[in-house]
């Protein structure tokens, strides 16, 4: 963790040095100890402003801080940053989370789900649309030779009802017809 103060129209006394530190160094828990912080103070009449700068290998943040007091602005910005880094965190961890499942729920649909009504939720199942023209029970069969998928469902050109053709264990086709 590396901390530069500057100080515009001020001292930096070694007490505001080691607040800011310590307060600062709640952030290498969440970002880890490789960022940098740049800590801006300046006084004007009645007005104190610190402006804290976070540099990180994957963002950076700002957080600005203006009261009447040069520790409570501080806080304020440290505040903000705080906040920041948070709310980006946890839109790493949804991220994370969410193609965890996405990665889940495609590989149990890949093997042959029961029924929804079996089940008794749509939870976790894929569904899929396609609209395409009939076909012969021949073309089914290309089309299982190029499929990734263990079936194919079509409707067949000669009945127009919907048929499923798969493979077998022993790896012989087999046809279901309504």
Known sequence: MNVEITGRHVEITP????????????????????????????????RHTAEILLKSKFLNLTGKGQTDDMYSSILVAIDKIG????????????????RAREKSVAKKTA??????????????????????????????????????????????????????LYRRKDGSLALIQP
């Open 111 to 164: 093997h042959l789900a029961p029924p929804p009504a079996a089940t008794g939720a749509h939870d976790g199942i894929m569904e899929e649309e396609a609209h395409r023209k009939p076909m012969a029970v021949e073309e089914a069969v290309l089309e299982l030779g190029h499929s990734e998928y263990p079936f194919v469902v079509f409707r067949n050109a000669e009945s127009g009802d919907v048929n499923v």
């Open 83 to 98: 906040r920041q880094g948070l709310k980006h965190k946890g839109k790493l961890i949804e991220t994370k989370r969410h």
């Open 15 to 46: 007490a505001i040095h080691s607040f800011v530190h310590k307060r600062l160094k709640k952030f290498t828990k969440i970002f880890g100890e490789d960022i940098s912080f740049h800590v801006i103070i300046d006084v004007a009449k009645t």
